[in-house]
């Protein structure tokens, strides 16, 4: 009877690192090492790029040396192919960290009903794995080397032998394979004794095309699921991984500044660092000038700012920025801004995001600005773009960017409806907008929507000019709300009417203050009465009693005179 213990000791499966940016990620570390994977694909989809790369990588990062066996190419065409990524071969090879070899199979040297078998390539996969000792392989393609059988049930027993003998041999291997019409691959068995299978796909749709990667199935480990578009250029291969659908984002209570000082008022100081913040207006409202500001204001302290442009050329925009005050420039040749200039429809969407991560990864920016959002909808459709920008937005939140996007409206469109409903993945979303009164249209801003901040629920007038943008409150009188030059005239009218209130109470001061000096004279005057009056009375008292006093001297002398006795 065997008894099941509760807690069991989980052995991770070992992987090699592709060191491709975002396969390891896709894969969760890498092939499987010292097993075999499969690369399968149509033609010009990558799969030797992709299996070359793994081994440069191997040698660079790893210090694993590696074997590419073609059964097609000639090493001297794979020597310059893979030249035009960077790198190169030959070096690797005079090191003895690669080994490049040519095997070329004549259908005439098989022959299924004698004792044929792989036994004379194995010691020729023996000799160069132990020539430089090499930990990973490269099978490119496996149908040249199987292309003469006709008889399946050896076809089947040789493959078998064959990957059997690499897992025997403990080599990471990577077997390239073209894409069958019914099957992975033309023999359709391949991806069966594979541990890991990757489908690589080359599509063109309304023109434009894009590459695709697919993990089918990988033995003894998750891995993700979806289509992921990667890139080619000359760096190697970028995968662009489906970020994470949990929304567990990190977020940030640190504030940055928008560059204009009235807006950061409007936001209660500022948008949330990592937040992402949608610009929409019809043409000429300043969508692009807003987003200059933030370049600006992100470069002024050191931080990175990526500037993705969709229509104009980076010589447009810093010329046009220039005439409000901005000089992007500098920070351009400190290397602190980053312009990517691209038509829309000159790649698909995923690839659009596949570039964007790749930039990014290696820019490492703190702003992205992308202007605007809305051409890339005109190159697909808007359920398209509206996927493809949901995912670029968690992929900025991943990386706690701060994004700036903004949307063109049209004139006869409501205006707080954008064309691919990005805004409801915006955090914060300002609206500009024209106004039209008394022949002339001015441009108004307010703010639709800020999350987890309080802000201004006011409309403010946008004013553009060489001194840069002026957010002012509009005029609000008896007619109305006022912009522009009846906004002016408004003001005007109330200066001059304040100018004339104050004078009229300046005089009613004057006057006042005339009648308390007067009053304070007349307290003075009769002070001085009343106190004349005071010693007059004084100076009578004293006289009486001095009179009364000789009075009575007088009375005795008199008495005396008479004969009287004089009182002891």
């Known amino acids: 009877m065997v008894k099941v213990h509760k807690e069991q000791v989980l052995v991770s499966l070992e992987k090699a690192p592709t060191g491709i940016n975002g396969l390891d990620e896709i894969t969760e570390g890498g092939f499987p090492k010292g097993r075999p994977t499969l690369i399968a694909g149509n033609a010009g989809c990558g799969k030797t790029l992709l299996a070359m790369e793994f081994l440069i990588k191997g040698i660079t990062e790893c210090n694993e040396p590696g074997v590419f066996i073609s059964f097609e190419e000639s090493a001297k065409d794979l020597v310059l192919n893979v030249a035009s990524l960077g790198y190169d071969l030959d070096d690797f090879v005079a090191k003895g960290k690669l080994r490049i070899d040519q095997v070329i199979v004549e259908r005439s040297e098989i022959e299924e009903a004698g004792e044929y078998d792989l036994e004379g390539l194995f010691i020729r996969l023996g000799y160069a794995i132990d020539s430089i000792g090499a930990k990973r392989i490269v099978l490119d393609t496996l149908e040249s080397l199987f292309s003469g059988f006709t008889n399946q049930a050896i076809l089947r027993a040789e493959l078998r032998r064959l990957f059997q003998w690499l897992k025997d041999k403990g080599m990471t291997a990577i077997i390239t394979g073209e894409r069958g019409d019914t099957s992975l691959t033309r023999q359709g068995l391949e991806e069966y004794v594979s541990d890991c299978v990757i489908l690589l796909d080359h599509r063109i749709e309304d023109q434009i095309s894009t590459r695709r990667l697919r993990v089918v199935k990988y033995r003894g480990s998750t891995h993700g699921t979806n289509e992921y578009p990667f890139l080619i250029d000359e760096d190697g291969i970028t995968v662009m991984p489906v970020t994470s659908l949990n929304l567990n984002h990190p977020v940030s209570k640190e504030r940055i500044s928008s560059g204009i000082e009235q807006l950061d008022v409007m936001l209660g100081g500022g948008f949330y660092k990592g937040s992402s913040i949608l610009v929409s207006g019809s043409s000429g409202t300043g969508k692009t000038n807003v987003s200059g500001y933030l370049a600006d204001a992100t470069c002024k302290t050191g ?23 901005i000089n992007l420039n500098p920070y351009i040749k400190q290397d602190l801004l980053q312009f990517r200039a691209v038509r829309a429809a000159s790649q698909g969407l995923e690839m659009h995001l596949a570039s964007l991560y790749k930039v990014i990864q290696k820019f490492k920016p703190e702003v992205v600005v992308i202007d605007p959002i809305t051409t890339l909808a005109s190159s697909s459709n808007v359920r398209d773009a509206q996927n493809m920008l949901s995912r670029m937005m968690d992929m900025l939140k991943a990386e706690n960017i701060t994004a700036m996007m903004t949307s063109l409206t049209q004139g006869h469109e409501n205006l707080e409806q954008t064309e691919n ?90 006057k006042l203050e005339h009648k308390r000096l007067l009053i304070l004279a007349q307290i003075e005057s009769l002070k001085a009465e009343l106190a004349v009056q005071d010693t007059e009375t004084e100076n009578s008292n004293a006289n009486e009693e001095e009179r009364g006093a000789h009075d009575s001297i007088d009375k005795a002398a008199f008495k005396v005179s008479r004969g009287g006795k004089q009182s002891g």
């Open 303 to 325: 931080a990175k700012c990526l500037y993705v442009a969709f229509e104009e050329s980076p010589q447009q925009i810093t010329r046009n920025l220039q005439s409000i005050g």
């Open 421 to 510: 409903s990005v805004s409801s993945f915006a955090d914060t979303w300002l609206l500009l907008r024209d106004f039209e009164v008394n022949g002339e249209r001015n441009r108004l801003m307010y703010v639709l929507k800020s999350r987890g901040t309080h802000h201004s629920n006011q409309v403010r007038e946008f004013i553009i000019s060489d001194n840069g943008i002026n957010l002012v409150d509009v005029y609000l009188g008896p007619e109305g709300m006022l912009t522009g030059s009846a906004r002016v005239a408004a003001e005007a009218r109330y200066k001059s009417a304040e100018l004339v209130r104050k004078n009229q109470m300046g005089t009613a001061e004057r």
